[in-house]
């Protein structure tokens, strides 16, 4: 068995169930952790609606959450939800703001790594996200 998220009349991924389960899990997580909803309605019979407007200013917000991240146990939690995440938003039509934002929107310093970790270039970090996206798409059924 498996689920729909779609977008109107598109289907963006269609997932089995336990994948959507856990993804849907992780929507709520990250709602939570930025203060968003994120367009992403509830599965009902099986099929779920994503809000284009709301879904694309979560997006925004997620990958600017993740890129001020400096704990590494955080973005390794993270990552695997913020790829999946930009694989629909790619589906979508939806373009990523992949622009730096500064840490005065999180209140500044928060969950500091130590020992700190270098931080990577804007570039490198968008690619190799981009990277990681890509990968997975591959492996996302629509």
């Known amino acids: 068995m498996s689920q729909y998220y779609d977008m109107g009349d598109q289907t963006l ?7 959507s389960r856990l993804f849907i899990s992780q929507v709520s997580v990250y709602q939570a952790e ?15 609606q994503i809000d284009p407007l709301l879904f694309n200013e979560f997006v925004d917000a997620l990958i600017a959450w993740h890129r001020r991240k400096s704990h590494v ?3 390794a939690l993270s990552e695997g939800f913020v790829a999946t ?6 589906r979508a039509g939806i373009e990523v ?12 310093l928060n969950d500091v790594q130590v020992p700190a970790v270098p931080v990577a270039s804007e570039d490198v ?3 190799a996200l ?3 996206s890509r990968a997975l798409g591959r492996f996302m059924a629509v």
């Open 85 to 90: 995440v930009l694989v629909l938003a790619e």
């Open 73 to 75: 146990v955080m973005t």
């Open 34 to 48: 930025l203060g968003l909803p994120s367009g992403i309605g509830p599965m009902q019979a099986d099929e779920c």
């Open 125 to 127: 970090w968008a690619t």
């Open 97 to 108: 703001n992949w622009l730096p934002t500064g840490s005065a929107e999180d209140g500044g």
């Open 13 to 19: 991924w269609n997932p089995s169930n336990g994948a």
């Open 130 to 132: 981009r990277d990681k």
